[in-house]
């Protein structure tokens, strides 16, 4: 059932957990980190909300399985009160490719995501290369910033040409 629950969610992007919360995939965008360059991936988050489940996942349950939505309803609450009962014992529950479920001493239920969840690469940015870019930007803005005296004699000969014209 949990590998089923888990390509619903990767497919849907939620997953509601009744009594428990919710889980949802949440896009994270590239980023710039202490000269480490990261590409966007996908994290797992979890909410502790209140959630109920849909029509649509007990009908993807069903359609797996092949039987009827009241067999995919009575699967789904029979692993759901057997997650439950796993966390309430004090065990921590895996979830394959997701991540790990467990009880904290408070009694609230804490998620952590697996690392490798849908996480794209990450290259190292030397300073060198930040510094030549901003070398290379400098110098741009330098030779711009040494011509503009031929901007102004331009206009000013336009000017001058758009007098003379005027009032001759």
Known sequence: MQ??????????????LPELGRLHIKRVPAGLLAQQLTAPFQQ????????????????YIAAETGGDDLSAIAS??????????????GTSVEWADLGSFSINEQ???????????IKGPSF???ASIIEQELEEENVQREKSDQYWWIYAIVLLLL??????????
């Open 76 to 89: 789904f609450n029979e692993w759901l009160a057997g997650f439950k009962q796993t966390l309430q014992s």
């Open 3 to 16: 590998q089923l629950l888990y390509r619903y969610l990767v497919l849907k992007g939620r997953l509601d």
């Open 107 to 117: 009694g609230l239920l804490i998620f952590k995501d697996h690392p490798s969840f």
């Open 44 to 59: 797992v988050q979890f909410d502790p909300v209140e959630a109920h489940p849909s029509r649509e996942l007990f009908a």
């Open 124 to 126: 190292n940015i030397g």
């Open 159 to 168: 000017g001058a040409a758009a007098i003379a014209y005027h009032y001759l």
